[in-house]
């Protein structure tokens, strides 16, 4: 199939070369959006990231295009108007999941990052300066973690969490019987949150979850706890956040995604002026770490990723069952 595969860096190219199954792969550093809609001509397939949106009226366009099916290099798919590429016929396939202990693991050198200081403890070091005034943490043996989502990676995480010692308490609409008889207590979010030192979000973006980090549920957590969010940016109120750090209600925020990340992350903007207030306010805090949606970046992670995606492209050409289909 020729596939045009947008929002590439050169190691995304380098992972699709080098798993390619003998398909025809364009590459693009731009995102998919109304600007670049056009380069999509005289393609069977689409391969798209975490930022190239789609609505309904873009995926008419890709149809009028000839566009049959769309390879998402990812799990979420909020990005996509599922409903509608299902009344056109566009086939959606996913990555469902390619080393969750990569984003696991990366929530957890958030915490420990936003608890033990590490980063500045680095810099003084290399200033001369081995003061230890202002890098008081706290232990994370019998802690308590609230983990919102308990899905391939929460799941990964609370291993993690467990062989740590903390006390993990979850939240889930879906509990899972094997995690209850490894000792995982799940309660409402409410809950789940209240006096917690962390709270880990590990769920899909969706209409229920928007904005599930808010002014009113930040009122359930314990004063000073640590939210972090790897899962994405629209779960939480950003404004609401921010106040919420400002009060001290909220004690340490890592961030590895954002809602408005698409103008922002991937991109080299070391030489310009950042436009969006919120992020600018977010890094001025000593209490809050970012990391530009690198969760999934590991090498094993990478390799799943490009193999997936071409046994998905393999299986739509040669008419197999789609087993990573999206359905709405
Ligand atoms: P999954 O689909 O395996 O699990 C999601 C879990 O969340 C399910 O158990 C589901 O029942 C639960 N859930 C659904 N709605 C919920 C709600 N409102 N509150 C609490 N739980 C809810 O997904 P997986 O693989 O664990 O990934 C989770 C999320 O992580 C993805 O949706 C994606 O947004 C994000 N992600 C981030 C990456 C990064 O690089 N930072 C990489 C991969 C995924």
Redesign the pocket.
């Known amino acids: 199939m020729r596939i045009a595969v947008f929002s590439t860096c050169k190691y995304d190219q380098e992972f699709l070369e080098r798993y390619n199954t003998g398909h025809e792969l364009v590459f693009f550093e731009q995102a998919l959006s109304l600007k670049t809609i056009a380069l999509t001509e005289t393609f069977d397939a689409l391969c798209l990231f975490?930022n190239d949106k789609t609505d309904s009226n873009m995926l008419t366009a890709l149809k009028e295009n000839g566009i049959k099916l769309i390879l998402l290099r990812?799990?979420?798919f909020?990005n996509i108007d599922v409903a509608a590429a299902e009344e056109l016929g566009i086939k959606i396939l996913r990555v469902?999941?390619?080393s969750?202990e990569?984003?696991a693991e990366?929530a957890l050198s958030m915490i420990l990052t936003l608890n033990r200081k590490t980063h500045k403890a680095y810099n003084r070091i290399r200033e001369g300066n081995f003061s230890l005034e202002g890098l008081m943490g706290f232990n994370l043996h019998n802690c308590k973690v609230a983990l919102?989502?308990?899905?391939?990676?929460?799941?990964a995480f609370y291993r993690i969490l467990k062989g740590l010692g903390c006390r993990v308490v979850a939240?889930?609409?879906?509990p899972?019987k094997a995690l209850i008889a490894d000792g995982l207590t799940y309660a409402s979010?409410e809950e789940a949150v209240c006096d917690a030192e962390i709270v880990s979000l590990?769920?899909?973006?969706?209409d229920?979850?928007f904005h599930?980090i808010n002014e009113q549920t930040l009122r359930f957590f314990k004063k000073g706890a640590m939210l972090i969010n790897?899962?994405?940016g629209a779960l939480v109120n950003t404004e609401e956040v921010i106040t919420a750090l400002k009060s001290g209600q909220l004690g340490y925020l890592g961030l590895?995604?954002y809602e408005q990340e698409s103008a922002l992350f991937f991109h080299d903007l070391s030489g310009e002026v950042i436009q969006d207030d919120l992020i600018a306010r977010l890094i001025s805090f000593p209490n809050v770490l970012i990391t530009s949606?690198?969760?999934?970046?590991t090498r094993e992670?990478m390799q799943q990723i490009a193999e997936i995606t071409f046994s998905n492209a393999d299986a739509f050409a040669s008419g197999e069952p789609l087993v990573n289909e999206i359905k709405p």
């Open positions: 975490v990812c799990a979420g909020n469902p999941a390619y969750p990569a984003v990366h919102i989502g308990t899905g391939n990676i929460g799941k939240f889930d609409p879906y899972d979010l590990h769920c899909p973006l969706s229920q979850s599930m790897t899962s994405r590895d995604v949606h690198q969760g999934f970046f992670a």
